[in-house]
């Protein structure tokens, strides 16, 4: 059991050469308000003045402070002339000529000797990180004590928890220090030493307060009640420090201050140690045994010994899930690059082929959020592209009267008997001209989603590619320069495709069988004509009535000049002309759904052979072609700074972590009981 506090002092030290706090260690934290005797509790445990005094907050900076029991000096020298009984080593501290003595973090290979010299340091220490305005610090001070007198103990002393700010301090003081205070008890390996002054109410102590907000059962929770020496006359704490009061689970011990004038006749802690003793024997004669600066002491490295027992397991579990996290953290970051040249091909070749993946949906890291990649081409060709096509009406902006225009435009001066076959293919292809917009389109959404992938690999899929910044972007650069270079390529072979389509109808295609029947149909009704010539002249008055009526009729005596009078916009067909639209109608709407579907096949097919899979055929031999040059290799492949700054943190987290282990390790499970 004794060998557990040194083993925490130990796993502090491992830690704090790396400056961080991953694992919470246990440890006393002291908390109480301004002027509650903190300080002197702190020095009753010491043994010996060394913390800084005066008037209003002294304590500025969290002071770690780590008891360390060391044989006497006769005993060490002894060992050291090899005539003493040989001891732990731990406990020898060979070369040190000193009784007593204090060692600080910042002042390394420094042995202070004189106490007076450790309050001047913590005062210069915490000047140089707080200034020297009263304001206050979260950077702790560390100090060993080592000394036959103490028992082991690793403590932290808080500033006290003060109200209104003096001099130049901020507004803020109060707030500062509670989250200061909150910030170290609300560790679950912490015990908390709430110091409350006997002269005051309990019931409002801060210091109990506080340890409430984070200890609500007191389990971790010891009430010191100090300046037993100073209640009023006629009253005592007897009922206090029998928790009658105020339960504490862990206990409740009284102790007695020195004076401002003890301190200033410089009055020694073994005179006020015995001072106190007997003051408890007067007053408190059944609670003397229980309370006192001596019992404190052994309550405190008892209770430590065994909150250290309990938190132990969770504590050799904690470092052994840092040390596989961080063991991965550190496998991701990769090592120091060696071969230049067989780094960059692997690269290379890695994120190539994660490309080519994403596209082909074998890639390792599958989005499950949105689609990507070959997923991704296939819903724009089959329903963007698809649907887009769907959507566009074959006759869409062709009326009626374009058709009629259209017509009479292909017949020339002369009237025509049939349909002529040139409105026909002038107006097919007008519509068939459509097809090219969504055509070209849908080449860009492709193309967009080529270059979505190119982050998709660099984000998810290649993560070393990602500790060469300037490697980083020049894949990125020659991926992109491929496909912009083959952008144009497969934006004309879409355009000839619409183009061929345009340069010849063939109404002679299988699937254009409306194009038969109308024929039939059209003989058959001019077959009808010589029965039916009453009928057609019939119906050339009504369209001559009904040209009359739409130009209107010219006054008596009144100029006619055709060329000036308005187109109309409209007019009712004669039957005739109602049967040609409807032919020309049934033939443009037949042969564009032949087209339609025809692009919506081809261009696809387009898309895939002369952008996606050139890309994916030739992306490897570009990267290798543009990047795999002797003078570029040493520049493409120099580490990002933060990359290399994470490796070092956390490889010296990861050593940490592996010597905490071996220090847990050599507690036996036979020392914990």
């Given amino acids: 059991m004794e060998t557990l506090i040194p083993t925490i002092n130990r796993l502090q030290e491992v830690f704090l050469t790396v400056g961080a706090e991953v694992i919470q260690l246990p440890q006393i934290v002291v908390v109480g308000s301004q002027s509650s005797g903190k300080s002197s509790v702190l020095e009753s445990l010491v043994g010996r003045d060394f913390l800084p005094r005066g008037s209003g907050i002294v304590t500025r900076r969290p002071l770690v402070l780590q008891l360390i029991n060391v044989s006497p000096l006769q005993e060490r020298l002894k060992i050291e002339n090899g005539n003493g009984v040989k001891q732990n080593p731990q406990n020898s501290y060979p070369g040190v000529k000193a009784e007593e003595w204090g060692t600080f973090l910042h002042c390394k290979n420094q042995i202070f000797s004189d106490f007076q010299e450790i309050r001047r340091e913590i005062e210069a220490e915490t000047e140089r990180s707080s200034g020297d305005n009263k304001g ?99 009253t005592d704490a007897l009922e206090v420090l029998l928790g009658r009061v105020i339960p504490v689970k862990l206990g409740i011990i009284g102790v007695v201050n020195r004076s401002q004038h003890d301190i200033n006749t410089q009055k020694s802690l073994q005179d006020s140690m015995r001072d106190e003793q007997a003051f408890l024997q007067r007053h408190y004669p059944s609670l003397a045994s229980r309370s006192g600066s001596r019992y404190l002491a052994k309550t405190l490295s008892r209770l430590l010994m065994h909150h250290i027992r309990d938190c132990l397991p969770d504590l050799k579990a904690r470092v052994t899930v840092l040390s596989a996290q961080y063991q991965a953290r550190l496998n991701s970051y990769g090592q120091p690059v060696e071969d230049h040249s067989a780094t960059l091909l692997q690269i290379v070749t890695k994120f190539a082929s994660d490309y080519c993946n994403t596209i082909e949906g074998t890639a390792r890291y599958i989005q499950t959020s949105e689609l990507c990649g ?117 934006n004309d072979m879409v355009h000839n495709l619409v183009a061929i389509e345009l340069a010849y109808i063939n109404t002679k295609h299988p699937d254009f069988t409306d194009a038969a029947q109308v024929s039939a149909s059209v003989n058959s009704q001019q077959a009808e004509g010589l029965d039916g010539g009453k009928r057609w002249k019939n ?59 025809s692009i919506q096949d081809s ?32 520049e493409l492949l120099i580490e990002s700074q933060d990359t290399a700054q994470q490796r070092t943190e956390v490889a010296q987290m990861l050593e940490a972590l592996k010597k905490a282990n071996n220090i847990i390790s050599e507690i036996r499970e036979t020392h914990l009981w």
């Fill in 374 to 490: 070959g997923a991704r081409i296939c819903y724009i060709f089959h329903e963007t592209f698809g649907r887009t096509l769907q959507s566009i009406d074959p006759l869409g902006g062709l009326t009626e009267l374009d058709i009629l225009t259209a017509i009479r435009n292909a017949t020339g001066p002369r009237p025509a008997l049939f349909v002529p076959e040139v409105s026909f293919e002038l107006l097919v292809k007008r519509q068939m001209k459509r097809l090219e917009e969504p055509s070209l389109r849908c080449v860009e959404l492709v193309h967009e989603e080529l270059q979505r992938i190119i982050q998709h690999c660099s984000s998810y899929s290649t993560q070393e590619l990602l500790r060469f910044p300037k490697l980083h972007d020049s894949i990125v650069e020659v991926v992109t320069g491929l496909l912009r270079k083959r952008l144009p390529i497969t």
């Fill in 136 to 234: 206050i610090s979260p950077e702790p001070i560390y100090l060993k004590i080592f000394s036959p007198k103490v028992l082991n103990l690793t403590l932290v002393d808080l500033p006290g928890i003060t109200k209104v700010p003096v001099g130049d301090q901020p507004e803020d003081i109060e707030t500062q220090v509670q989250e200061m205070i909150l910030s170290f008890i609300s560790n679950p390996n912490s015990l908390i030493l709430a110091v409350s002054p006997a002269n005051s109410d309990l019931a409002t102590s801060d210091a109990l307060k506080l340890a409430r907000e984070v200890d609500p059962d007191g389990r971790r929770t010891l009430l010191v009640i100090s300046k037993l020496d100073l209640m009023d006359a006629g």
């Fill in 603 to 634: 261009v696809p097919k387009t898309v895939m052979h002369f952008l996606v899979n050139f890309v994916k055929e030739h992306l490897q031999s570009e990267l290798v072609g543009q990047l795999y040059k002797q003078q570029l290799l040493q």
């Fill in 539 to 597: 119906e050339k008055v009504a369209e001559e009535k009904a040209a009359a009526a739409a130009f209107g009729s010219p006054s008596k005596g009144q100029a006619i000049n055709l060329l000036d009078t308005a187109v109309p916009v409209s007019r009712k067909l004669s039957s005739r002309e109602q049967r040609d639209c409807e032919v020309i109608q049934r033939l443009i709407k037949c042969y564009f759904l032949i087209v339609r579907k």
